[in-house]
């Protein structure tokens, strides 16, 4: 029989923050933030656990994010997606606080004219929610069109970012 190889999987650590959205769930693996979510209504709220000291950073920037103190976050983020995900997700790192671009911008900008509809997919999928803005991605003309946390909490981070202009 064949000797088994030691796991090379890393645990994920987690963090809970409250924040006027709801509850966000940070997740960290390899020194790097893997993953930003909101909790919805009836999930459970698992329990922090790991110790990341990234999840530290991450919850500090984004509380501050919400105070209207911090427009761009400097700790390590790390998503695991496909090569055109990726792409898509550095390119909405480019969009400045408190500004919009349209999924086609996004489309031209990865060098897919085109793929508006493969942006929005990209966008649907993104792990690291607010450190990575989809939400400030909006439909042809400016509409306010799907968010994977719902169009009320990306007009709510929206008009955050105006606000702390």
Known sequence: MARQEKSTITQTSK???????GVLIIEARDHAVCAISLARENDVIPEEKGNEP??????????????????????????????????????????????????????????NPKGSRAVGMACNRNPIMIAV??????????????????????EALLDLEQKSR
């Open 15 to 21: 963090a809970i923050l409250n924040t006027p959205i």
């Open 54 to 111: 990234v999840l530290d950073q991450a919850k500090r920037e984004l509380q501050e994010y919400f105070d209207g103190k911090r427009t761009a976050f400097t700790f390590a983020m790390k998503a695991d997606g496909t090569p055109f995900q990726k792409s898509v997700w550095n390119a909405l790192l480019t969009i400045p606080f408190g500004e919009t671009k349209t999924y086609g911008d996004i489309a031209r900008a990865v060098d």
């Open 133 to 154: 803005p989809c939400h400030r991605v909006l439909g042809a003309g400016g509409a306010m069109t799907g968010y994977a946390g719902g169009v009320p909490v990306k």
